[in-house]
């Protein structure tokens, strides 16, 4: 399988975006962001993309406060960008269920097990932390049942950051 990569200057960090050469399969900030970036698998190669222009131009949007739509798994539908994402079953019901919170909306993992079926709000938060594409599939919007932030990836400061973009 191919595997590009592309790099994005955003105001939390370097983000990088990859792809299969179709579709989206990883966004994750950059060891020289604000938080550390989890494992990726080797680069292959390194182009430019049409999905690498349309994230782009997605995350531009972002991060100027504009309200963004979510990415969508499988097949394109209604101008949102196709993600691959990486994962057993249950993660795939997981970040499935991220893709329904809207922007500037928080939900915590407890909720978001109700809503893939699950008792097990710990599970659900270990597939929340294994998203591969951050961002278009927005676990930085979950939270803990007492509102505090959680967890996140790429560290608490950019999870912070990043729900602060989405208040109005």
Known sequence: MNHYTATYNSPVG???IESDGEALTG????ASGIGT??????????????????????LDDY????????????????????????????QQRVLQALLTI??????????LAQM??????????????????????????????HGQLGGYAYGQEIKKRLLNIEQP
């Open 27 to 30: 966004l994750r900030f950059g």
């Open 37 to 58: 970036a989890p494992y990726s698998m080797p680069t292959q190669a390194t182009s430019s993309l049409p999905i690498f222009d349309e994230v782009q131009r997605w």
């Open 102 to 111: 809207p922007y500037g909306k928080k939900v915590c993992y407890g909720e």
């Open 14 to 16: 370097t983000i990088v």
């Open 63 to 90: 991060f100027a406060g504009k309200q963004t739509e979510n990415a969508v798994i499988g097949g394109k539908t209604d101008g949102r960008i196709t993600v691959r994402p990486r994962g057993t079953m249950f």
């Open 116 to 145: 893939v079926g699950c008792k097990s709000a710990q599970a659900v938060g270990q597939a929340v932390g294994a998203n591969p594409i951050a961002l278009l599939i927005p676990c930085h919007r979950v939270i803990t049942a």
